[in-house]
């Protein structure tokens, strides 16, 4: 089936360094989602876009949808100790009016204080 | 307080106990979902629905079974867990056409001996 491939993996960041991660697929996506899993907690969404070339900032993040419409970028400015957490990125593959999500693997970040 | 509930938060069963696992959203969202997360692999898809008495298989539905008899609840059934389904579970739900906006429960971490 399609697969989301992020990268990193993991990170550990000095608080006050910028962040960025990105996630790939071998298939078009028509949308892109950014989620952040608090240790602990469910996914909450960060940010979504819906078009190719897209660049949409939601506070310090800021996340693009690849031009190929096959990756997408989050980038995430002076990282603070509330950082930590692991980001996924996700999207949605529609079959006959029904849709089902596609999650990547995760990127777990670490900020050191 | 709109939110996804999920019970029972953490459970251990033995291999070929049935077990259910509850959801509940007080959202009127159409869209409900399970994943479950397990180290490496992010989140997979189980089943879907797209609204009441509509199911339809994820990328992982061997062993499950849902239903969807009202719109609030989508239960999660496991008719003969094995030890492969220890994992964290979550549900989510949204509103169908605004494909990204899913909000998840607090998560269930199934045990099976």
């Known amino acids: 089936g399609q697969q989301l491939n992020q990268s990193p993996q993991s990170m550990f960041i000095q608080e006050g360094e910028d962040v960025s991660m990105n996630c790939t697929s071998s298939s078009i996506f028509n949308t892109w989602l950014w989620y952040k899993q608090d240790p602990g907690e469910g996914p909450v969404l960060l940010i979504a876009?819906?078009?190719?070339?897209e660049l949409t900032s939601n506070g310090r993040l800021t996340a693009q949808f690849g031009i190929t419409r096959k990756d997408s970028f989050l980038n995430i400015s002076a990282s603070i100790p509330s950082d930590v957490g692991i980001y996924f990125c996700?999207?949605?593959?529609?079959?006959?009016?029904?849709?089902?999500?596609?999650f990547g693997t995760g990127t777990r970040l670490k900020v050191l204080a | 307080e709109a939110q996804v509930t999920q019970n029972p938060r953490y459970l251990i069963t033995v291999t070929g106990k049935k077990l259910t696992v509850t959801c509940s959203q007080n959202?009127?969202?159409?869209?409900m979902s399970w994943y479950r997360q397990d180290p490496g692999l992010g989140l997979r898809q189980i089943y879907y629905s797209m609204n009441v008495e509509v199911t339809d298989k994820g990328d992982v539905p061997e062993g499950y079974k849902v239903s969807r008899k009202e719109k609030r609840n989508f239960p999660l059934i496991l008719e003969s867990p094995s030890p492969n389904q220890t994992s964290l579970y979550f549900c989510a739900s949204s509103l169908v056409g605004v494909e990204g906006t899913q909000y998840f429960g607090p998560g269930t971490r199934l045990l099976v001996l």
């Open positions: 959202m009127n969202h159409e869209y």
């Open positions: 876009l819906y078009k190719a070339g």
């Open positions: 996700a999207g949605p593959t529609t079959t006959s009016g029904t849709y089902k999500y596609i």
